[in-house]
């Protein structure tokens, strides 16, 4: 019976490593909590997901793909003038690596579309890729529909401006590490036992 648990424990110590190693990305928020960087992609987004509407930019936040990336290219907000709407490449990175989306405010709802800056030229004209924060990202707009803008800027935001790292920890990863080392630790006392009876 010892030994079956000491097994169980080995191999979900492997598994726990594997997955540990795989894990997803973390997101650096500034002291204001208004901006979060993702260190996969190198990019910093607008923590308010919503900030063309709450800003009173637009009054319901839903505009044109030419309306959006005007509004991202002239924004001017927490001392970074830089703004574009993000890729499609870095929303899925985003939806890939994040299993919970609750660090950013004003959030919306699986079905609500916002616009990338990936574009496709078909035969009714150019379309924008749009993505969702819970739902597929693969999907194409005529750029004349209009739906929700979101920005970001390249790289992480500027410590000149008082912002300190506040890495958010994810609780499953650091639970499965300790797994993983409490497994290995039992495995290598179990090979250590083993010895001292042979000898």
Known sequence: MKRTIQKTLTSLSMVALVATSSASASLIASTDNNLLYDDVSNITWL??????????????????????????????????????????????????????????????????????????TTDSGLKSYFFTLGGDAKLILPKTSKRYAWAVFNGKFSQSTDNVDATIAEPTSMAIFSLALAGLVARRKQQSASLCKKT
Request: a negative charge.
């Open 47 to 120: 923590a308010n997901v919503t900030h063309i509407k709450t800003s009173g930019y637009d009054k319901d936040g839903k505009v044109t793909l030419t309306e959006a990336t005007n509004w991202a290219e002239d924004l001017d907000v927490f001392a970074q003038a830089n703004w574009r709407l993000p890729s499609l490449n870095e929303a899925l990175g985003l939806q890939q690596s994040l299993n919970d989306f609750s660090l950013f405010t004003h959030r919306l709802l699986d079905d609500d579309h916002i616009w990338t800056s990936s574009t496709k």
